[in-house]
């Protein structure tokens, strides 16, 4: 099973940025997806935004729209969330995944990365 190491959280205050990093141990493991999640103290964890393999269109959490995006190196295995003009609400423990099958279930998980927006 593919292991995944997130590096880039952090402090910052409101309306600054910060550049999530998610590097996997192996690549062309048969993911049909990749993506980040968010879960803040008290709530669900929740999908921020996916990049799938199979030409179907990526998903952006609509609060983050304009604000995050999705990025892969050349040789896809490593994948960056760059957030941009953040908000104390986007404080969370950031996730990244990977999924398998058509149906994109995800269940390659990293460790996760704390991000804290003071206001």
């Known amino acids: 099973q593919v292991e995944l190491v997130e590096s880039g959280g952090g402090s910052v205050q409101a309306g600054g940025s910060l550049r999530l990093s998610c590097t996997a141990s192996k690549n062309n493991d048969g993911a049909t997806c990749k993506g980040w999640f968010r879960q803040a103290p008290g709530k669900a964890r929740e999908m921020v935004a996916t990049v799938y393999t199979n030409g179907r269109m990526p998903f952006v959490l609509g609060s983050v729209q304009g604000r995050f995006e999705l990025s892969q190196d050349s040789a896809e295995n490593t994948l960056y969330l760059h957030m941009t003009h953040l908000k104390p609400e986007d404080s969370a423990v950031y996730y990244c995944?990977?999924?398998?099958?058509?149906?994109?279930?995800?269940?390659?998980w990293g460790q996760g990365t704390q991000v804290t927006v003071s206001s």
């Open positions: 995944a990977r999924g398998y099958g058509s149906n994109c279930v995800f269940n390659s």
